[in-house]
């Protein structure tokens, strides 16, 4: 979440826009949207998009002292990267917590950004550990058990926390997850090689989970390739999945109208308008609630300026969500192939959604096609072949119900 914004489009230039002719997200049937989109309006921006139908996120830096200078910052105290040594809690790490948690909010979820990297190999981290083998553990298996139980403090003491500050607010949190996101690992044919990197971090979200009412599928786009749009679906899908292990909590996807500036070459690029369309659908037909936008743009400084090109584009897409909201929502998700083995084929992306009263629908995107293509794919509806025209890159949504079809 610590990424820095230019406010340039792709050409170098800055280019604000108004709010003035967008329309009002209208999504329903318990699907949401978030803005957390921060700018140096002083909240008169958020304010817009909350009047536009966004809801609204609380975000918090929680480990961060800023009252003090960083003197006693939480995750500077963190002496290695990736750190291996969870029992390291400084003393001062329940004030400065408490501090940052206790802030108002009239927000509608919360969220504790709480982010570092930590050893994944536990075998490792019990071989680098030469202080803590010889005092404290007699087994590597000793260790691990500590050592899943002590990291998962350093989350799941926050939320507990946060919820005696904000009791009956929604809350969570970016960083650790029940499924971390993952991009080669996800594309990768080997899923033993998947679950062996990511089985740490559901043990420690084990002690986490009852503390929390959300997952965070975070899915900002770090390439400028079709297989993005995958990567989209396959991480949200993985949290929902692992997340049905502990019950029905809703998963939203944290995305950005822009490129990850850890990408050199397209850093900070407003995204393709496809994967801007990508970004407001896919999610919600993977199983997301919600989709939370994000962006950090400190060159938006007048009330009014909304900071994306392409935001309407997106709020536009968000709408044809809308129209049917009501019905995926309560419907039954079905998948027949994996999103990666989709990514691997480069065959279209299909999700369908089927209900006992209203049919179903389906969403599909082909990211391989150049934009002056058309092509179809087929897919059933309880025993009805049905051909789902393909225009471009660009999504189509379509109902099928009564013998009838119809897009949106």
């Not at 996800?186 to 420690?204: A, F, G, M, Q, T």
């Not at 044809?320 to 084929?345: C, H, K, M, N, Y």
């Not at 002056?372 to 099928?400: Q, Y």
């Amino acid at each position: 979440m610590t990424v820095l914004s230019t406010g340039l489009n792709a050409s170098g230039q800055e280019s604000p826009s108004s709010w003035d002719n967008l329309p009002a997200v209208k999504l329903k049937g318990g699907l949401k949207a978030f803005w957390n989109v921060r700018d140096s309006s002083k909240g008169a921006n958020a304010a817009i998009a909350s009047d536009h139908g966004f809801a609204s996120v609380t975000l918090v830096n929680t480990f961060a002292d800023y009252p003090g200078g960083q003197k006693e910052n939480i995750r500077n105290t963190l002496s290695r990267q990736p750190n291996y040594n969870p029992w390291e809690r400084p003393e001062f790490f329940e004030k400065i917590v408490r501090r940052n948690v206790s802030k108002p909010s009239s927000s509608e979820i919360w969220v504790n950004d709480i982010e570092f990297p930590i050893e994944r190999d536990v075998g490792k981290a019990w071989r680098t550990a030469k202080e803590l083998r010889t005092s404290q553990f007699k087994s590597e298996g000793e260790f691990e058990k500590s050592y899943v139980r002590e990291w998962s403090k350093w989350f799941a003491l926050p939320m507990m926390w946060t919820r005696e500050a904000h009791p009956g607010l929604e809350i969570g949190i970016y960083g650790r997850q029940v499924f971390d996101r993952d991009y080669w690992g996800l594309y990768s044919p080997d899923k033993k090689r998947v679950s062996d990197k990511h089985n740490l971090e559901l043990s420690i979200w084990r002690y986490i989970d009852p503390y929390v009412d959300f997952y965070v599928s975070g899915i900002y786009l770090f390439y400028q390739d079709p297989g993005s749009v995958y990567y989209m679906a396959a991480n949200v899908e993985e949290n929902v999945r692992l997340g049905r292990l502990f019950g029905s909590k809703p998963v939203y996807a944290y995305g950005w109208l822009r490129f990850h500036n850890s990408n050199p070459l397209k850093g900070n690029d407003e995204l393709d308008p496809y994967l801007v369309e990508a970004l407001a659908i896919v999610p919600y037909f993977s199983g997301a609630k919600g989709v939370v936008l994000w962006g950090n743009e400190p060159q938006i400084r007048e009330a009014g300026t909304q900071p994306y090109r392409t935001l309407g584009l997106f709020i536009s897409q968000l709408n044809r969500v809308a129209e049917i909201s009501s019905i995926i929502e309560g419907g039954q998700f079905v998948t027949q192939d994996t999103a990666p083995d989709l990514w691997r084929a480069k065959k279209p992306l299909v999700r369908a959604v089927f209900t006992k009263s209203s049919g179903c629908v389906f969403m599909a995107i082909d990211p391989w096609q150049a934009e002056d293509e058309t092509s179809s794919v087929k897919a059933d509806c309880m025993n009805n072949e049905l051909e789902i025209p393909l225009r471009g890159r660009h999504a189509t949504i379509l109902r099928f119900d009564n013998g009838k079809s119809i897009e949106y």
